[in-house]
């Protein structure tokens, strides 16, 4: 038997003790956080799904509604509300004469947070709202193509639509209301729904909201308090409360972000991505900065009406005579990838294998001297007629990037012998008359915001020029009219087969990289600044915006 | 005095209209309007939806018919909704009214406090060291840009020293917010500060000169019943019209200040208002501003009556 002298006992008890207390302090899990603030740049004016269209309430209300699908951070259509994606292998679509037949069945553990199920009758009056000219919903389309709803129970329905195409099974605007709160309010006067919606009527209404969190304070113009779904049957969300604090000025943001008055902000709605680097470089030690390319598609749309850029030599030259590598490794650090099309590199129909146009000098002054645009006076091109190569570019202003953008533009197609003069207008009137009425003389530099597959008709096909025969609608601001590209687009909006769908979205991509109607610069990228902290967000990058996994999030 | 106030109020009626015009026409005639917007930011939305939208919102008729009706509508004692808001006008602007009234209140008063006293002070001694001192941080004052002032503000004082919250008065009640009023309001003071002290300078210094004050003076008045009981008597009615005029703007709100503080007061809302064709809620907040800009001015002439017996009309 071992004995141990008294000092020797109480040594080795202290040595276990501390040992004891090192291990219960290793293993002792990260403190609790009950509350979590994150700093967006907008604030939501209203909060019905439906009604106008705008990316802060979508951001507030993905922590509070669930769509029946959306696109995940893998850019693939998956169910949120439902149990199986239908699709046309699975048996759960149809076609049936030129239109579809798509059966969804919603989770039977969906509920609204006042603890009704969500159910096929929320979904039908939603596509009864949706349809009526004077609900003042935003987006009517996909609600005009349904036909009729045929209802199996009361989670399972059948939507008709009218007509096949490629995203039948995408239900994203159409989620389902709550009937139960909102049909007393929409029956009587459709006309006047938008003024009596519970959204804004009774936004803290629990019975309005089926996702993970409810909106539980709305203070107008400050912020909005969301609290946890009672009734929520998927996985707990980490934290009880989520404030979400609005603060307009991006200089503010960031210094609420220090003092400790924000704990994260949104990429979302937060700041651009040149402050966001500027930050990084600054704080990054105390953040996680994470930055993801987005579906925005910055570039040029060109005037094709203008006699200088209706030659394709010259819109190929204006591209060739461009760095756009160093333009977005010096100005966005790299994390804003160049463009060849208006499909970005994480859609699965981008296509690689079509024309590109790597920087080179040699090229573009050769294209443009075939173009009759030779060497003048003050090492301006100029044609036979002595007119100089000279080009308007109009721009939004208070766009510090778009400004740089534009000074590096000026600088480089200086070099090659083109003059360019840069005007900038407040976005309402650049996208209110400038592009919209198609006045832009030459050029006019923004970006498209679309989703993931999004079909370029409205901005490529040529019945969707503007005019003021078509009363100005449209988005085809170029002027572009090719026939070929018609004949696709009307093709690949209706081929329901993915192989032959990628083949028809490459020609597309490789038609639009030869016309160069527009000339593509990058696809811009949301910043997000987190807390290090706060594990398990991930940027989607598109529409669908990272709150509707918000029950991934955790703080660790 | 009664009917002079009833024809003031007469005038201030037909300056609001008139105003209501103008408004609504420059609104009117700003090119694009927010449906163009929405389109360029959602790729859902396509041009018959645009058509609809501006169909149903009335924003594809002449603002001319709209204002009329507009008109009519507010002769009933209706405001109408907020197109932005889907609610009342009235329910859109109470709150931020609130604060804004809070802050703009807070600030002016704040800032007579310090100035007044300030621009007597240096009145009296033109030219002395405190005169000058004072001259410089009028001149600090007036120059410095509110936003500039603002960050740094918050720079040191929540983001450095973490004494004061950068901004967020909505999330806390009661006296809670004081802590969160105390930047916003500051850097309005200061920047009003350097104008009031100025101006009660300059016009005491005009007083100063005026035969009443060699008179009192000759009487034996003591300096300090010269100064107050004369003197600042009649130079606070220069310095009443000035603040008489700010009224207005304790209901219009400061942009500036409220965006970087994150204050959700008027000029938030009325800049969103209009930005965003909200006719309504712009017309609404604008002319509240303009209407209590003119009962200011009708409160100031009754103050020139107590100030000064000689305005009385007999």
Redesign the interface.
């Given at each position: 038997m071992l004995s141990f002298s008294r000092p020797a006992a109480r040594s080795i008890l202290m040595r276990r003790l501390l040992a004891a207390l090192i291990l219960m302090l290793l293993s002792w899990p990260a403190a609790a956080k009950d509350e979590l603030v994150i700093g967006i740049s907008q604030f939501p004016?209203?909060f019905?799904p439906l009604?106008?269209?705008?990316?802060a309430k979508s951001y507030v209300l993905a922590f509070a509604q669930r769509p029946i699908t959306v696109y995940d951070a893998k850019w693939q259509l998956v169910c949120l509300l439902c149990e199986t994606l239908p699709t046309l292998e699975n048996g759960l679509a149809k076609r049936e004469g030129k239109g579809m037949a798509v059966t969804y069945t919603l989770r039977a553990d969906a509920r609204w947070a006042d603890g009704k199920p969500v159910g096929s009758a929320d979904v039908v009056f939603a596509w009864q709202v949706g349809r009526h000219?004077?609900s003042?919903v935003?987006?009517?389309?996909?609600f005009r193509r349904i036909t009729w709803i045929d209802v199996k129970d009361a989670r399972t329905f059948t939507v008709h639509v009218d007509r096949q195409t490629f995203d039948y099974n995408a239900f994203g605007?159409l989620g389902p209301l709550p009937a139960h709160v909102e049909r007393a309010r929409f029956e009587p006067a459709p006309g006047e729904y938008?003024?009596r919606?519970a959204y804004?009527?009774d936004t803290t209404n629990p019975g309005l909201y089926n996702g993970p969190y409810r909106i539980a304070q709305v203070?107008?113009?400050?912020?909005v308090v969301l609290e946890r779904n009672a009734y929520w049957a998927g996985a707990k969300p980490a934290f009880a409360r989520i404030?979400i604090?609005?603060?307009?000025?991006t200089?503010?943001l960031e210094?609420?972000l220090?003092?400790?008055?924000i704990d994260m902000i949104a990429g979302e709605l937060g700041l651009p991505l040149e402050p966001t680097l500027a930050f990084e470089k600054r704080h990054g030690g105390r953040f996680s900065v994470i930055t993801r390319p987005s579906l925005a598609y910055e570039h040029i749309d060109l005037n094709l009406g203008s006699p200088v850029l209706a030659d394709v030599r010259v819109r190929r030259a204006l591209l060739l005579a461009l760095d756009r590598d160093a333009m977005t490794r010096q100005l966005f650090d790299g994390r804003e990838p160049v463009a060849n099309s208006m499909v970005p590199q994480l859609d699965w129909v981008h296509a690689d294998d079509i024309p590109k146009y790597a920087f080179d000098t040699a090229k573009a002054a050769a294209l443009l001297d075939e173009a009759g645009w030779k060497p003048g006076p003050g090492g301006i091109r100029v044609n036979a007629r002595g007119e100089r190569l000279a080009l308007d570019l109009v721009t939004t202003a208070g766009n510090r990037s778009r400004e740089l953008v534009a000074q590096v533009l000026q600088a480089q197609w200086r070099k090659a012998g083109v003059e360019l003069k840069v005007k900038t207008e407040p976005?309402?009137?650049l996208?209110?008359?400038?592009v919209?009425r198609r006045k832009f003389a030459h050029m006019a530099m923004?970006a498209?915001?679309?989703?993931p597959e999004?079909v370029p008709r409205?901005t490529l096909h040529s019945a969707?020029i503007p005019a003021a025969a078509?009363?100005w609608?449209?988005?085809n601001y170029s002027g572009y009219a090719n026939p070929a590209m018609d004949a696709l687009i009307d093709a690949v909006e209706t081929e329901l087969d993915r192989p032959r769908r990628k083949a028809l979205w490459r020609e597309i991509q490789a038609l639009y990289a030869a016309d160069l109607p527009a000339l593509p610069l990058y696809f811009k990228a949301d910043g997000f600044i987190l807390p290090r902290e706060l594990k398990g967000l991930e940027p989607t990058g598109h529409?669908d915006p990272t709150p509707y996994w918000v029950e991934n999030w955790r703080w660790e | 005095m009664g009917v002079t106030i009833l024809s003031r109020l007469l005038q201030s009626l037909a300056v609001l209209v008139a105003m209501s015009f103008v408004v609504y026409g420059l609104m009117g005639l700003m090119p694009g309007d927010p449906i163009d917007l929405m389109i360029a930011g959602n790729p859902h939305l396509n041009a018959a939806d645009a058509v609809r939208l501006k169909a149903l919102y009335g924003l594809d008729r002449p603002w001319t018919e709209r204002w009329l009706r507009w008109l009519a509508q507010v002769g009933q004692g209706e405001l109408g909704y907020s197109r932005l808001h889907a609610r009342p006008v009235m329910a859109a602007m109470i709150p931020a009214l609130v604060n804004t009234a809070i802050l703009m209140a807070s600030s002016l008063l704040l800032a007579l406090v310090v100035a007044l006293p300030l621009g007597i002070l240096a009145s009296l001694r033109p030219g002395s060291v405190l005169d000058r001192l004072v001259n410089l941080v009028s001149v600090a004052s007036v120059s410095l840009p509110v936003f500039w002032l603002g960050l740094m503000l918050i720079v040191v004082f929540a983001v450095e020293l973490a004494w004061l919250p950068a901004g967020g008065m909505a999330e806390v009640t009661g006296g809670g917010r004081l802590a969160h009023m105390i930047l916003p309001v500051a850097t309005l003071a200061l920047s009003g500060i350097g104008q009031y002290a100025r101006h009660m300078r300059a016009a005491m210094i005009a007083e100063a000169g005026h035969d009443y004050i060699r008179t009192a003076r000759a009487k034996g008045c003591s300096p300090a019943r010269v100064v107050i009981r004369h003197q600042l008597r009649n130079a606070l009615i220069p310095v009443t019209t000035i603040v008489a005029l700010e009224v207005g703007g304790l209901f219009s709100g400061a942009l500036i200040t409220e965006t970087v503080f994150a204050w959700p007061g008027m000029g938030r809302l009325i800049y969103e208002a209009v930005m965003g064709n909200d006719f309504n809620l712009a017309l609404s907040g604008l002319l509240l501003a303009t209407a209590m800009t003119l009962v200011g001015s009708i409160l100031a002439d009754i103050a020139y009556v107590r100030l000064d017996p000689r305005v009385r009309t007999p």
């Open positions: 004016a209203n019905n009604i106008e269209s705008m990316l000219p004077q003042g935003a987006s009517a389309e996909a605007d938008r003024n919606t804004d009527q203070v107008q113009g400050s912020h404030v604090k609005v603060i307009e000025n200089a503010s210094a609420n220090l003092s400790g008055g976005p309402r009137v996208f209110g008359e400038t919209t923004f498209w915001y679309s989703a999004n409205s969707m078509n009363n609608s449209g988005e529409q | -």
